[in-house]
């Protein structure tokens, strides 16, 4: 049988012709429907319709009946509705009692902050470091939310301004500002728990500083002079101290060094026990007699560094990634350590495009870890064991049980002891307790 396209019938030519031409005629009818149905009258009509619908609603029908002689005896009297008046109302005097609240609590902190500032000019360097030591606790004063009268288009709803304080970004710029006009005269001043993240410090002095778990997150810290410093469990996560920086024997215990940029920086005996350091930029840095007890080094560029001296590297908690290329003078032995240990010998472009294409991998190990925990698991069994404390040396590692005061250790004035402590009593024991299971610092 001869199956095949033959002509196609005149007829069902005829038909389609036919129907395409219904279709044409419907369309046009529903245009013509449509544009009677959006006549200019009818515009019109609608819009007054919802100009009257906010007249009534809104209560200016209620204010313009105000300023009339109301007739409350006719029959066809209504009383206006005005509630949303009363809503605005009550919202508008909210409003002012939250506004007044805030506007009274960062007066205070400003007039304590004026306070401060108006004695620093003194020439008693010890009340002068006295009253530098107030300006962290400024910068935690809590404040009520400024209230927004036009949230959610800005920030706060007005009743969180009742219900909730932060400390105040207004009160944190004053004080970064004070900051940064003395940065000449910071030697010796104690900021602990001070905020100065991206804050302007370049050319600074905080020689032998007390910067205990202070904030200096992507501050800008060129050719500062840290000589000394104390930087206890402090954020310099992204700080840029390049530019000759001088940290020499500076004491990074437990800080966040993660990302920071000391390329060319002085750091010759400095102490980074259980320093985070990972992705820091330290190459061509002097970190001649540097201490590096269970720091962590991951990724870290230490291109051309001098490491002539260094200590308890033996140590290091990790050292996967690091660039050692050209590392100067380093202690017999370091270099097979660390590439055992997973550190690489490569140029700067390499290296980066390497760590680059390390955290893509990261990223995608991520996302499939992510997705196969959604699925169901056994619990695995708790191990019970005890971590084992890598050992130190005893002629340089002080007892775990020995309760060493923080406050008298660091006092407000160097050599002198003062009344008042310089900040929180935090004992040898507790840092133990909190840095983890590698013992005390040797």
Not at 13 to 25: N, P, S, T, W
Not at 375 to 395: E, G, L, M, Y
């Amino acid at each position: 049988m001869n199956i095949g396209i033959g002509p196609v019938p005149a007829a069902r030519i005829r038909r389609e012709i036919h129907i395409a031409g219904i279709r044409r005629k419907h369309l046009t009818e529903a245009s013509a429907t449509m544009m009677k149905k959006l006549h200019p009258m009818q515009l019109l009509r609608l819009c007054y319709r919802i100009l009257k619908i906010f007249w009534d609603y809104s209560g200016l029908k209620h204010v313009w009946e105000m300023a009339r002689f109301e007739k409350v005896n006719h029959p066809d009297h209504e009383r206006s509705p005005s509630l949303f008046l009363w809503v605005f109302g009550i919202y508008a005097a909210l409003f002012g009692i939250a506004s007044s609240n805030y506007e009274t609590a960062l007066d205070r902190a400003e007039n304590r902050l004026s306070a401060v500032a108006a004695q620093l000019s003194t020439d008693n360097q010890r009340a002068f470091k006295k009253l530098f030591a107030q300006i962290p606790r400024i910068q935690k004063i809590r404040t009520p939310l400024q209230p927004s009268l036009f949230y959610p288009f800005e920030e706060h709803f007005l009743l969180a301004s009742f219900l909730y304080r932060e400390e105040n970004r207004e009160i944190l710029g004053w004080t970064q500002e004070i900051i940064e006009s003395w940065r000449d005269n910071l030697s010796g001043v104690n900021l602990a728990e001070v905020n100065l993240s991206e804050a302007n410090l370049g050319k600074a002095n905080f020689s032998d500083a007390i910067l205990y778990k202070a904030n200096l997150s992507g501050a800008h810290l060129q050719e500062a002079n840290l000589v000394g410093a104390r930087l206890w469990r402090s954020n310099l996560s992204g700080v840029n101290l390049e530019g000759g920086a001088d940290l020499s024997r500076a004491e990074f215990y437990a800080a966040n060094l993660s990302g920071a940029l000391l390329s060319g920086a002085n750091l010759s005996g400095a102490d980074f026990w259980r320093a985070n350091l990972t992705g820091a930029i330290l190459d061509a840095a002097d970190l001649s007699g540097a201490r590096f007890y269970g720091a962590d080094l991951s990724n870290a560029d230490l291109w051309g560094a001098d490491l002539s001296g260094m200590s308890h590297w033996e140590y290091i908690a990790s050292i996967e990634g690091a660039n050692i290329r050209r590392i100067q003078s380093p202690p017999e032995g370091f270099r097979e350590w660390a590439l055992q240990q997973g550190a690489v010998e490569m140029d700067p472009d390499a290296w980066r495009r390497f760590i680059q294409s390390g955290a893509k991998r990261a990223a995608t190990v991520q996302a499939s870890a992510i997705s196969a925990s959604t699925s169901v698991a056994a619990p695995t069994p708790v191990s019970t064991s005890t971590p084992t404390p890598i050992p130190t040396s005893d002629s340089t590692s002080a007892p775990a049980s020995a309760k060493v005061t923080l406050a008298a250790e660091i006092p407000d004035h160097p050599g002198e002891n003062s009344a008042t402590p310089a900040i929180s009593v935090l004992t040898m024991t507790q840092d133990i307790h909190l840095f983890g299971p590698l013992g005390p610092r040797p």
